[in-house]
């Protein structure tokens, strides 16, 4: 049984990177879609799929094809980090939300609103839990 199921999505699409894989399947959640279509949104995936539930697989699942750069191979997501843990939740306020590599990367951001990015939040003058760092 998994105790962490976004740390797993997080893992998933690093292990798929190291391994140079083009497509990583990973069961799906309305949490882990969402993290998917803001990866999306904001260019870190090349493109991904919902699959419904099946016999085999009860939840459904996500395919993700990762994107990498052209030229040098090299994927496009350089880190993604998991922030607010099970054991240890991490909040922050709209005004002391920071930036990610001096704003070239992303904190994704679950509020009241529903999960966004840290300039969303900024944006709409809201904080809440901050579940990933990408850059």
Known sequence: MLTDPISDFLTRIRNAQMAKHRIVEIPASKLKKRITEILYDQGYILKYKFEEAAEGNP????????????????????NIERV????????????????IRSGLGISIISTSKGLMTDKEAKRLNIGGEIICRVF
């Open 59 to 78: 939840q459904g699942a996500i395919k993700i094809a990762l994107k990498y750069d052209l030229t040098t191979k090299t994927p496009v997501i350089k």
């Open 84 to 99: 607010s843990k099970p054991g240890l939740r991490i909040y922050s306020g709209a005004e002391s939300l920071g930036k």
